[in-house]
């Protein structure tokens, strides 16, 4: 009898892509809540749990998992769920630790301190903030708590820092409401207040060649399974592509494997997949840590399907039932792939988006891309949700090769094939 796992909030791409995973019949899924209700402008959060909870209790059959992909309230609604219907999963605290920006520096620093950046937490809307920060020039700031770089600013003088506030005052409300309300379900450590998702970071600014470790926690082990490397843009902050597998030197995965492995128990997560975030400082021989998320990276799934033939939604899925994953590298179609992102850099109005012939056209050019188009004609660049404050997304291509030099070739043709048309605003 096929076992039945629920998935918090699925949307269109990934929702087929787990279809393709229950082929074999011996797992059946279920969308729990719509990808609108997890995904917008407000998050309801106990409304949301409540309901999730309801159409969990009122299925006819054996619920055998739930996950989710999703930062915040998915990643926070699963260990609430999975507690209340006695599934495996990791605890709410545990979760909570790595997604508060600030409580989780402080937790990182008692385990791998050499690898944490300078840091401290400020009031926003307090009339004092540069004598709050206690860093020089130049630094990131960003919220306790946000996602996929939202209100994410780089400020190199007071005129930046105060333009940047302005922003964050602005919008810090959406994330820090729903946020406050989660921290009322746990008992805080001294030092982190119950108002901690209205507060912000500063943080040194750190460098280097970015990579994203993917692994998992299972009855206590802790396994690595991938290194997928992020490539910037000139500009230093918004994301090129993904690129998998990892072209760091072996070593310096193996140091990185290192500190995670340490962290991830210290920070008692269990019974989760997670991915980390670290820089490797080529010229001061320095690895530092940027941050750690309690969950995949749905965006590096086809990545590993295409190198490995085991995407890490397999993963997901495969801990969530309590099995060990049977990842093993290079069972793919290809050596490498990656996700690329289609990008404009100021607001635009959309005038035509590449459509189905044009997509049809791409795939018998380029072999088993994929594309994502998050545009439509006659919008504006600036309605588009959940960028970062540097530019738009156009959409993504998911791409696949036998070399990195074959990889980049392959993604400048289907940006040439792709026709998209745009026009300033005034």
């Known amino acids: 009898m096929p076992r039945n796992v629920f998935v918090i909030g699925p949307d269109a791409f990934n929702q087929a892509r787990l279809e393709a995973l229950s082929a074999s019949g011996d797992i059946r899924f279920h969308p729990l809540l719509a990808y609108q209700d997890v995904r917008g402008d407000a998050y309801p959060l106990e409304e949301l749990i409540d309901r999730a909870e309801r159409q969990l209790r009122d299925f006819p059959g054996s619920v055998d998992a739930l996950v989710g992909f999703w930062d915040f309230p998915v990643s926070d609604m699963v260990p609430i769920l999975c507690r209340r219907l006695g599934l495996r999963g990791p605890s709410l605290e545990a979760v909570v630790k790595c997604e508060d920006k600030y409580w989780s520096r402080l937790e990182q620093r008692k385990v791998v301190a050499d690898c944490v950046p300078r840091f401290c937490r400020f009031d926003p809307f307090a009339g004092n903030v540069r004598a709050q920060v206690d860093l020089e020039y130049p630094f990131w700031i960003k919220p306790v708590k946000a996602w996929r770089s939202q209100l994410g600013f780089r400020v190199r003088d007071d005129d930046e820092l105060r333009v940047a506030l302005e922003v964050v005052g602005e919008r810090i409300g959406r994330f820090a409401e729903p946020f406050n309300r989660l921290l009322g379900m746990l008992d805080l450590p001294e030092g982190i ?234």
């Open 193 to 426: 207040p119950a108002d901690e998702g209205r507060y912000c970071v500063a943080e040194e600014i750190i460098g280097g060649r970015q990579c994203t470790l993917e692994g998992f926690a299972l009855d206590g082990e802790v396994e690595v399974y991938g290194i997928v490397d992020s490539v910037r843009f000139a500009n230093e902050t918004t994301f090129a592509r993904y690129q998998y597998p990892s072209d760091l030197p072996a070593d310096i995965q193996a140091r990185m494997i290192e500190k995670a492995r340490p962290l991830v128990t210290f920070l008692g997560l269990d019974n989760t997949t997670f991915n980390i975030e670290f820089y490797y400082d080529e010229k001061r021989d320095r690895t530092w840590l940027l941050e750690i998320n309690p969950r995949i990276s749905q965006s590096h799934s086809d990545l590993f399907d295409k190198v490995d033939g085991y995407s890490n939604l397999r993963v997901l899925v495969d801990v969530a039932l309590g099995e060990r994953p049977r990842h093993t590298p290079g069972g793919g179609a290809f050596r490498y792939a990656a996700k690329h992102f289609l990008r404009h850099f100021e607001d635009a109005r959309v005038r035509a988006v590449p459509g189905e012939e044009d997509i049809r056209s791409l795939r018998e050019e380029v072999p088993d891309v994929l594309v994502e188009i998050h545009v439509r004609p006659g919008m504006r660049l600036s309605e588009l949700p959940d960028q970062d404050s540097y530019s738009y997304e156009l959409g993504y291509l998911f791409v696949g090769a036998e070399d990195p030099r074959q990889l980049l070739e392959r993604i400048r043709r289907c940006e040439e094939l792709l026709p998209f048309a745009l026009e300033p605003v005034g």
